[in-house]
């Protein structure tokens, strides 16, 4: 019920940000939910890490970032 809850505030929160804010620039700041959601699992549900989910976050991760220095590379063009 506790997760729920947290999730409730979460998701309110973040689309708040929305309303003050440019989407671009919020992205970075979505990433710390990573690092945050993997510390939350592993310390308080026993999570495991494995190969798949490293690679996976990597791939999200930089295709992220790809497109990021894809973005910033046209935004200097025009």
Do not use: D
């Amino acid at each position: 019920a506790l997760i729920g809850v947290l999730a409730s505030f979460q998701q309110f929160f973040l689309a708040q940000s929305h309303r003050y804010a440019e989407a671009s620039a919020l992205a970075p700041l979505h990433y710390i939910a990573i690092p945050i959601g993997v510390l939350v699992g592993v310390v308080f549900f026993n999570e495991v890490i494995t190969a798949k989910f490293l690679l996976g976050t990597a791939v999200i991760v930089g295709v992220n970032y790809y497109i990021f220095l894809r973005e910033r590379a046209a935004a200097r063009v025009t």
